[in-house]
C-alpha cells in the first residue's frame, strides 16, 4: 500500500501530516473539519498553500465529475472531509435572504456514504426572513432523512444556523409546555415551522444527528446548499425541486453565494 499524506485545513491543528491516526484526533467531533488524503508530500503541501474547497475541485475534475450527474469530489474513503460524525447520509441545509426581511430561498446538499448525489432548491418566500429560509431548511432535511431512518439508515444533518438548531433541540420542549410561548404569553417566531420540525425531530431524533457547520468556512456541502439556496431565490421557486443539472463542483461552487 503506497504511502499517503493528509492536509488538515480545520481543526485542532492544522498542516501537513503522514499519519492517519493524527489527522482523526485532530478533526474528531467537529462538524466544520477539512481534511484530505494526497499521494505525494509534494502535493499535499500545495494544497495546504491553497483551501480546501480548490483542492475539492481540482480533484472533482481529474475524476471526471462533470461527467456523470452522480459524481462527487467527496469521495475521499474514510478520511472524507464531509462529515466528522459517522452517518450513511448527511444533509446540508441553509437559507438565503435579500433583503432581511425579503426575498428568501432554502437549499439543501445530500450526500450518501460520503457522495454528493443530489442538490435541492426552492421554497421561496417574497417576504422571508434569514431565519424562515434556514429552518425551512432543517423542515426540508427532516422530511428527507424521516424515509431513509425509516429503513434503519443514520441521517446527520447540518446547518449554519445556530438559531435553527437551537429552536428544535434545546428551546422547543420548553415552549410546548408553556403552551408554546415564551412564558407570560410571549410570542414565537416562527412558530408553525418550529412545530413541524420539533414533530418530526422528536420521532427521528434516536437515529439523527443534528450539527452545526460553520457557515461560508469552504465546507463543501455548506457552500452547495448555500449556493442552491440563493437559486432559490433568484429563480422565486415555491416548490422544493431536486438540481437538474450536471453536479458539477467547479461550476455550482462559481454560482451566487448568499
Request: hydrophobic share 35%; proline share 2%.
Amino acid at each position: 500500500m503506497s504511502k499517503k499524506y493528509y492536509v488538515v485545513w480545520k481543526g485542532a491543528k492544522t498542516g501537513v501530516f503522514e499519519q492517519w491516526n493524527d489527522v482523526k484526533n485532530h478533526t474528531q467531533g467537529r462538524a466544520d473539519a477539512q481534511y484530505m488524503g494526497f499521494p505525494s508530500k509534494a502535493e499535499a503541501e500545495a494544497a495546504f498553500q491553497s483551501t480546501y474547497t480548490k483542492a475539492l475541485t481540482k480533484r472533482s475534475m481529474s475524476k471526471g465529475s462533470t461527467t456523470k450527474p452522480t459524481a462527487s469530489a467527496a469521495y475521499v474513503k474514510a478520511e472524507s472531509p464531509v462529515s466528522a460524525k459517522v452517518s450513511d447520509i448527511n444533509i446540508y441545509c441553509d437559507g438565503a435572504c435579500s433583503p432581511n426581511p425579503g426575498k428568501s430561498g432554502t437549499g439543501m446538499a445530500v450526500y450518501h456514504q460520503q457522495k454528493l448525489v443530489e442538490l435541492w432548491y426552492g421554497l421561496y418566500e417574497p417576504m422571508g426572513t434569514n431565519n424562515t429560509a434556514e429552518l425551512n431548511g432543517m423542515l426540508a432535511a427532516f422530511k428527507y432523512a424521516q424515509g431513509h431512518i425509516a429503513q434503519g439508515k443514520t441521517v446527520q444533518v447540518l446547518s449554519d444556523s445556530k438559531y435553527s438548531i437551537d429552536c428544535i433541540t434545546k428551546w422547543a420542549k420548553g415552549w410546548q409546555a408553556k403552551g408554546w410561548t415564551r412564558g407570560k404569553g410571549e410570542e414565537i417566531k416562527n412558530l408553525e415551522v418550529i412545530k413541524q420540525c420539533f414533530t418530526l425531530y422528536q420521532a427521528l431524533k434516536s437515529n439523527l444527528i443534528i450539527s452545526h457547520v460553520k457557515g461560508h468556512s469552504n465546507n463543501e456541502g455548506n457552500e452547495l446548499s448555500d449556493r442552491m439556496a440563493v437559486l432559490a431565490r433568484v429563480k422565486c421557486t415555491k416548490g422544493f425541486v431536486q438540481y437538474q443539472e450536471t453536479l458539477d463542483i467547479k461550476t455550482i461552487l462559481a454560482m451566487t453565494t448568499g
